[in-house]
């Protein structure tokens, strides 16, 4: 039964191989060079600098300056990572949904499963073969895109906690993609023909990342929250790193008058009207800023559970696939 489904699948497996070479011979130049125009503006002492809570104002506007020409140069490089998105979901379209959807439609599965191998065993040793394939490549998309897109972790507000880059490394990719799998194998089960297949794993897909994303994943821990006095020395706390959920100007009845921004006036500035700074916004004296925030270390805890997350997921997913195949005609 192995040696049947690597005869079945080997040319999905060395075109999946080519694919990965092309993507390697594409990035690695990129990333090496991201990493030495990363050390050359002096970047990795700029993070350590700025880690701490007494920086000098000097110190902090020099690596503002340098993280913007790092960002200038390789901020383009965002598309990029937005395409690579899709990598977990192409293994799904291409590896899951046909394996049923196309036995079904071909109507070879009436010679596969009357043979003496059953259903059950047929379907594990497939299922089990595509998933290790599955995992084995996720885990090294993983690895080898934790090490691409440092450099733009780095420099990034959000650090690694932040949107796109968050799903592009760590353990995360092997969940996506083994629920991706998973979904298309259920697809397949239940539409049976390759083109619903595929269609219903590129929506569910899509979809159940974005519900998790957007919906889950800000409350996997309770969120903290920062204050600061908007009359100070005039600097604004711009933790890096940390992902900020929400943030604004309230006024001292908590009431958020100017979302989204924050405002720091320096002693005695006054705003455009001659009047208190801020106050043709409506702040108030005695008006803060406030941060809802998830901390940077977090990263790890969060790629844990939605790893878990879609790794449960595909495993219902599989039982399900698996007890529809005894309905199949």
Request: hydrophobic content about 50%.
């Amino acid at each position: 039964m192995i040696w049947l489904a690597w005869r079945q699948h080997r040319k999905q497996l060395l075109y999946t191989l080519i694919g990965f070479a092309a993507l390697a011979a594409l990035m690695i130049p990129i990333g090496l060079s991201m990493r030495h125009t990363f050390a050359d503006l002096g970047l990795p002492d700029c993070v350590r600098e700025l880690a701490r809570s007494d920086v000098a104002p000097a110190t902090a506007e020099r690596c503002e300056g340098a993280f913007h020409q790092f960002t200038n140069r390789y901020g383009s490089l965002n598309l990029v990572a937005v395409l690579l998105l899709i990598l977990p979901m192409l293994v799904g379209l291409f590896w899951g949904a046909p394996l049923i959807a196309r036995e079904v439609e071909q109507g070879t599965h009436r010679f596969a499963w009357t043979q003496g191998v059953g259903r059950r065993h047929w379907a594990l040793v497939k299922f089990g073969l595509v998933v290790a394939v599955a995992a084995v490549a996720a885990i090294c998309y993983g690895l080898g895109m934790s090490w691409w897109v440092d450099p733009l972790t780095e420099t990034a507000r959000q650090g690694r906690l932040g949107f796109i880059v968050f799903d592009l490394q760590g353990v995360a990719p092997i969940g996506y993609t083994l629920f991706a799998v998973a979904l298309g194998i259920f697809a397949g089960t239940v539409w049976r023909r390759m083109l619903p297949a595929m269609t219903v794993t590129l929506a569910g897909f899509v979809g159940v990342r974005a519900a998790v994303e957007l919906l889950v994943r800000p409350h996997y821990q309770p969120a903290r929250t920062l204050t600061f006095p908007v009359a100070g020395d005039g600097r604004l706390s711009l933790s890096r790193g940390d992902w900020i959920l929400s943030s604004g100007v309230r006024n001292p009845d908590g009431k958020m008058v100017a979302p989204d921004t924050q405002i720091g006036c320096p002693p005695g500035a006054r705003g455009p009207g001659g009047g208190a700074c801020g106050a043709e916004l409506g702040i108030q004296p005695g008006a803060y800023n406030w941060q809802l925030y998830q901390p940077a270390d977090r990263f790890w805890l969060f790629q844990g559970i939605e790893t878990g997350i879609f790794i449960a997921l595909a495993a219902v997913l599989l039982y399900l696939a698996v007890r529809r195949i005894r309905r199949i005609a």
